[in-house]
């Protein structure tokens, strides 16, 4: 997407938030448009990392806002119940449509669609699955940002192909850039704030670190805290195996 293409936000800084994580998720089955709920550790992933946010946020005057998949929505509930303030939902904000890969797993798509399957892994373009392309799920998500209210800082609450294809438009990367950022982990965000007339990442896959004692789940690098700025190294992700919307 060129600067021209852009479009100009009401917001300088966007805090973009992954949701928590579901069985789906756990499973290694693609989820896209589809909505199952949040699991037990996608409920204390939403319930640990929400005071984090609000701190961040530095007082700064903000507004959440969601996709109206429940995945989402929940974990966006539990800060904005911190805040005090409304949810506001978009459906503009739903995950990357799948076609006929939602519900899968990875094993079950490289059985029955091969060639798909591995244009998926070289990150070209998926020709016969169905759903939306990729440009077409930025221009949505970039047109609801655009009737965001003149605040400060907004929170977006989305999905792992979403808030991947998000921050490509952002940075204006073109399509063979795809994948040089990791995408973000459950619960984890990545910050973008506009500086000299352009976008740029401050921070990214950053979570609130380990769940607390007493929370089953195995602690994969997406359960780590990582903040990345430009010039460092690169970032932990998501399990692959463990993870299939991670990557669109």
């Not at 009401?10 to 928590?20: E, Q, Y």
Request: hydrophobic share 40%; glycine share 12%.
């Amino acid at each position: 997407m060129t600067a021209a293409a852009l479009p100009e936000l009401p917001v300088a800084r966007l805090v973009i938030w992954r949701h928590g994580r579901t069985g789906w998720n756990a499973a290694g089955r693609f989820q896209g448009q589809l909505d199952p709920p949040l699991d037990d550790v996608g409920r204390a992933q939403a319930a640990h990392a929400a005071p984090h946010l609000l701190a961040g946020l530095d007082g700064q005057d903000a507004v959440v806002l969601s996709s109206d998949l429940v995945r989402a929505a929940d974990t966006a509930r539990v800060l904005t119940d911190l805040m005090g303030v409304e949810l506001q939902l978009d459906e503009r904000l739903r995950e990357h449509g799948m076609g006929a890969w939602e519900g899968l797993t990875r094993d079950e798509i490289a059985e029955r669609f091969p060639e798909q399957y591995a244009d998926w892994l070289a990150g070209r373009p998926v020709l016969g699955r169905g759903g939306e392309e990729t440009a077409a799920v930025a221009a949505r998500v970039l047109a609801a940002l655009q009737e965001l209210p003149p605040v400060e800082v907004a929170v977006i609450v989305t999905h792992g192909g979403t808030s991947g294809r998000l921050i490509e438009a952002l940075l204006e990367l073109d399509p063979s850039q795809r994948r040089v950022f990791g995408p973000l982990g459950n619960c984890a965000w990545s910050e973008l704030a506009r500086q000299s007339g352009r976008w740029r990442l401050l921070r990214h896959n950053h979570s609130a670190g380990p769940l607390p004692e007493g929370v089953a789940t195995r602690r994969t690098a997406q359960d780590t805290g990582t903040t990345v700025l430009p010039g460092t190294g690169g970032q932990p992700g998501p399990d692959p195996v463990q993870d299939a919307d991670a990557v669109g």
